[in-house]
Nanobody
Framework: QVQLLESGGGLVQAGASLRLSCTAS????????MGWFRQAPGKDREFVAA???????????SYADSVKGRFTISGDNAKNTVYLQMNSLKPEDTAIYYC?????????????????????WGQGTQVTVSS
């Protein structure tokens, strides 16, 4: 079984930056897709960003409109780790952020943004942005 563990959440002021990390352990694959979702109190889990890796170094990324230009997803394939660099944070970014993964290789925005695409989930890390 693949296990995902997030870290890096915290309490920051609006306009600040934060970097989240997610490390996979267990039966990981050399290619696949990893993403970030978030869930605010009383709301459904929503897509934030995703990264697909394949044939060595090639990768594809996708972002929700609400975070484009502010957030960047990246990864260290050798360490089975994905990162989410969050800049210019806003109070509306406050949520629990979840890491997700699947061995599937996807390149369409629709697939990358779908909760049902992913097989594994972390337990989440809290991000709170004050005004």
């Amino acid at each position: 079984q693949v296990q995902l563990l997030e870290s890096g959440g915290g309490l920051v002021q609006a306009g600040a930056s934060l970097r989240l990390s997610c490390t996979a352990s267990g039966r990981t694959s050399s290619r696949g897709t990893m993403g970030w979702f978030r869930q605010a109190p009383g709301k459904d889990r929503e897509f934030v960003a995703a990264r697909t890796r394949g044939d060595g170094t090639a990768s594809f990324t996708s972002y929700a409109d609400s975070v484009k230009g502010r957030f960047t997803i990246s990864g260290d394939n050798a360490k089975n780790t994905v990162y989410l660099q969050m800049n210019s944070l806003k109070p509306e970014d406050t949520a629990i952020y979840y890491c997700s993964g699947t061995s599937g290789y996807y390149i369409t925005s629709r697939a990358l943004a779908s909760i049902r695409t992913y097989d594994s989930w972390g337990q989440g890390t809290q991000v709170t942005v004050s005004s």
